[in-house]
């Protein structure tokens, strides 16, 4: 499936065969950037989740390497001439990566990682332009790729990841992280959830440890967040996010409205078109439902309906009597078993934005809103 891969002038190719095509992907990566396959590998895990239960591999890799892959993607991997072990006694890594989006959840990250944590973004260039347009003006590794446009993305949710792992040993990587938020996941919503228990096979196979400064908060934190640390750059994030009157971008516009009155200062704000028609239908959506409550308390009805419609009454008498503080505040289970120096460096800055942790009401209604959701949305025991 893979041969003949090769790093020259800048850009890492993999062709690669399947039944229907061949094609090659690529990298754009640093000139001085030196190829190892082992990396490559443990790369490609995460373009190939569990799709193939066969893969080639023509190029030759560590026997720690084959073994962490096929256990990865629960494929047999056919490799070339095996390479050397791994050393028992691996370089000391000690650097800290954000892969980075420019979006509003990897802009409120970087606001709660140190200053010298490094950024890591993927131009797929297309219907993504819009992102470097904005992530360009930061100092950060980009990556150009075409494996989102050859359909790669599709595989695992955790492709955004992949320059981490490609970029692990050049910028001496011990730590990555995402700007994922509560609501980005089902999981999330188990109370007793750490750090700890996220599923990260690809890249704790690549010798790399997860810390997600923001998973803690919900979108509206990460709003309060960016106005409080970037208000400067809140619309130009919009806009690289989604295109104006998408659903994701009324979303985003609706939670910078709703996070204003948190702000240390005057912020100037699109005004949102209360006229047009709703872009989604409650019930359908987690992250939209979840935030309709926080919006609908807020901002009123008229602003919620352009993200779900309606909201059935009896739902709506349940959510009245709650004061839903929580949607603005963190939590801190997700900071559990994770580097205690990030973590406080990440509370405190959070705080500076009013984003304080749970009270024990506010656990109570998130439980309470957890259970609401639960009619509509399936959460893993």
Request: proline share 6%.
């Amino acid at each position: 499936m893979f041969s003949e891969i090769e790093f020259a002038n800048g850009v890492l190719s993999i062709p690669f065969h399947e039944e229907t095509r061949t094609d090659s992907l690529t990298f754009t990566l640093p000139q001085d950037w030196v190829l190892d396959t082992d990396l490559v590998a443990l790369a490609l895990t995460t373009l190939l989740g569990t799709k193939y239960s066969t893969v080639v591999f023509s190029d030759a890799i560590s026997p720690e390497t084959r073994g962490a892959v096929e256990s990865v993607t629960q494929a047999e991997w056919v490799t070339g001439a095996t390479r050397s072990p791994v050393s028992d006694s691996p370089p000391q890594r000690n650097d800290l990566a954000l892969n980075f989006s420019g979006g509003f959840d990897s802009l409120a990250a970087q606001a709660l990682l140190p200053r010298d944590a490094h950024l890591i973004s993927l131009d797929f260039g297309g219907p993504f332009a819009r992102e470097r347009e904005f992530f360009k003006d930061f100092p950060t590794h980009t990556i150009s790729t075409n494996f989102r446009e050859l359909g790669f993305s599709l595989n695992t949710w955790s492709f955004m990841g992949v320059g981490s792992i490609l970029l692990r040993d050049y910028l001496n990587l011990q730590t990555y992280s995402f700007g994922a938020i509560l609501e980005a996941s089902p999981w999330h919503f188990n109370a007793g959830m750490t750090s700890g228990n996220l599923r990260q096979a690809w890249f704790n196979q690549a010798g790399l440890t997860i810390f997600n400064p923001v998973i803690g908060l919900t979108e509206v934190g990460t709003a309060m967040i960016i106005l409080s640390h970037r208000p400067e750059l809140a619309l130009r994030s919009l806009a690289s996010v989604a295109g104006a009157g998408s659903l994701k971008h009324t979303r985003k516009l609706l939670l910078l409205h709703a996070a204003a009155c948190h702000a240390p200062g005057p912020i100037s704000l699109d005004p949102v078109n209360v006229e047009q028609p709703p872009l989604g239908v409650f019930g359908t959506n987690l992250a939209n439902d979840f935030l309709s409550f926080y919006l609908y308390r807020v901002l009123g009805p008229e602003y919620t309906t352009l993200l779900v419609g309606d909201i059935p009454a009896d739902i709506l008498n349940r959510i009245r009597p709650l004061s839903l503080d929580f949607y603005e505040k963190i939590n801190t289970n997700f900071y559990s078993g994770v580097s205690p120096s990030l973590t406080a460096h990440a509370l405190h800055e959070a705080a500076v934005s009013q984003c304080v942790p749970y009270t024990y009401t506010d656990w109570q209604e998130f439980l309470e809103v957890k259970n609401i959701l639960a009619q509509f949305h399936e959460f893993p025991a």
